[in-house]
Nanobody
């Protein structure tokens, strides 16, 4: 069974940066596409970023493109989300997600989810 554990959340001022980490275990990491989603208070969960199993392909939500970067370290079975130029509207619980999937990344619907980590961006 796939297990995902996020870390790195916290409180940051607008314009600041944070890096989220997600530890993957339970299956062969290199065969899994990994993604980040987020859910703000009173809103539905939304897609943030995804990286393919090979690490060569990524796709971002328009709202974070150019500010956030998703990456993976297969040796450490970790996926990261580097978040720069944070805005108050980025405040949400961020979830790591995974599944075996190929393409297109825009249609990624994962089955496995972490417990989430809170990001709060103050103005």
């Amino acid at each position: 069974q796939v297990q995902l554990v996020e870390s790195g959340g916290g409180l940051v001022q607008a314009g600041g940066s944070l890096r989220l980490s997600c530890a993957f275990s339970g299956r062969t990491f290199g065969t899994y596409t990994m993604a980040w989603f987020r859910q703000a208070p009173g809103k539905e969960r939304e897609f943030v970023a995804v990286i393919g199993w090979s690490g060569s392909n990524t796709y971002y939500a328009d709202s974070v493109k150019g500010r956030f970067t998703i990456s993976r370290d297969d040796a450490k079975t970790m996926v990261y989300l580097q978040m720069n130029s944070l805005k108050p509207e980025d405040t949400a619980v961020y979830y790591c997600a995974a599944d075996r999937f190929s393409s297109p990344l825009q249609r990624f619907v994962p089955r496995y989810w972490g417990q989430g980590t809170q990001i709060t961006v103050s103005s």
